[in-house]
C-alpha cells in the first residue's frame, strides 16, 4: 500500500445514518440531517470496530469464560457512555445553578460524546485528550482479552449529540477502518498527530503514536506507556505496565495457537504480537 494513501482522502463510500447505522428511513433522516447540518461542529472523533465478532460470538456458546468477558466488556462501552452522559448533565446543572446566583462558572461544559452500537463505538470532543484517553482504556482493555479493535480518530465536521451522529468525519472515520486500516490497528489524520504531538513527545516518551514501516501510516500505540498519574510512584506505574505487556503477551499467544492455520486470523495477530515485542523492548530499556 502507497504511503500516500493514509494521508489523503479517501472518496466516500459508505453514508451513516442518523444513529451511525444504515437507516430504514431515508426521509425522515435526510430531514434531520437538513435541519441540524447548522448545528456541525469541528470535532475530534474515533470510530472503533471489534474485530472478528461474528467468530467471538460464536465462540461464546463453547467458552462460558469468554462468553462473560465479552458480555462485561460489552457492558462496560454501554456504562461508560452513560456515565459520560451523565457527567454532562451533572456538569450542565452545576454550571447554571453558579449562573443563577450570579457568579462565574469555573468550569467549562463537558463536551465528549460517545455511543456504542452492537461491536462498534463512536467517541468525539472538541478536545483531543479526552477522546485519545477513552480509547485507549477501552481498546487496552480488550487487547487484554485479546480482543483486537481496528479503527480510525479523525478531525473534522460532526453532529454528534447523544446516540445521534452523523456527518463527514464520521464518513471518513469509517472509510480509513475499513479500506485502509487493514491491520487491528487505530489509524489517526495529520490534524490528530499535530494536535496530540506535544503529549506524544513530552508526556508518552514518544511513543503514543507509531508510524508503520511498511505504508507509512500513523496509528495509537495501545501498549504505550501509560500516562502519568499523580497517585502512582514511578515504580508502581512501571510495574503495572510490564503486568499489563505480560498479560497481552499470554493471550496472543493463546488465540495464535488457536487460530490453527486460518491465516486472515493470523495475520492480524501477528502484527498484534510484532507491536507487542517491540514495547517489551522499550519497556526494559526505562
Not at 483531543?128 to 477501552?138: Q, S
Request: charged share 30%; with cysteine.
Amino acid at each position: 500500500m502507497p504511503k500516500k494513501q493514509c494521508m489523503k482522502a479517501i472518496a466516500p463510500a459508505v453514508a451513516f445514518g442518523c444513529t451511525g447505522r444504515r437507516t430504514d428511513r431515508p426521509g425522515e433522516c435526510r430531514r434531520r440531517i437538513q435541519r441540524s447540518r447548522s448545528s456541525w461542529e469541528e470535532r475530534f472523533l474515533a470510530l472503533v470496530d471489534i474485530l472478528e465478532f461474528k467468530k467471538i460470538v460464536e465462540r461464546m456458546a463453547e467458552d462460558p469464560r469468554f462468553y462473560r468477558t465479552v458480555h462485561n466488556i460489552l457492558k462496560s462501552l454501554d456504562r461508560q457512555a452513560e456515565k459520560f452522559s451523565e457527567e454532562k448533565r451533572a456538569t450542565a446543572r452545576s454550571i447554571r445553578a453558579t449562573r443563577k446566583r450570579g457568579r462565574m462558572p469555573l468550569i467549562f461544559p463537558a463536551r465528549l460524546e460517545m455511543v456504542a452500537f452492537s461491536d462498534t463505538y463512536i467517541i468525539s470532543d472538541t478536545d483531543l485528550l479526552p477522546v485519545l484517553d477513552a480509547v485507549e482504556r477501552i481498546s487496552s482493555s480488550l487487547l487484554a482479552e485479546s480482543i483486537l479493535s481496528r479503527g480510525a480518530v479523525v478531525y473534522g465536521s460532526v453532529y454528534h449529540k447523544g446516540r445521534v451522529v452523523f456527518g463527514p468525519a464520521v464518513n471518513r472515520a469509517h472509510e480509513l477502518e475499513s479500506l485502509t486500516a487493514v491491520y487491528p490497528r487505530i489509524l489517526i489524520d495529520d490534524a490528530v498527530r499535530g494536535e496530540g504531538w506535544f503529549d506524544h513527545e513530552h508526556r508518552r516518551q514518544g511513543r503514543l503514536f507509531l508510524q508503520d514501516k511498511n505504508d507509512g501510516c500513523w496509528f495509537l500505540n495501545l501498549l504505550a506507556p501509560p500516562f502519568p498519574r499523580r497517585e502512582l510512584s514511578q515504580f508502581l506505574a512501571k510495574k503495572e505496565y510490564s503486568v499489563f505487556l505480560r498479560r497481552v503477551s499470554e493471550s496472543l499467544n493463546r488465540e495464535i495457537e488457536l487460530a490453527g492455520g486460518r491465516l486472515p486470523e493470523l495475520s492480524k495477530l501477528r502484527w498484534a504480537q510484532t507491536q507487542l515485542n517491540e514495547n517489551l523492548v522499550f519497556a526494559s530499556s526505562v
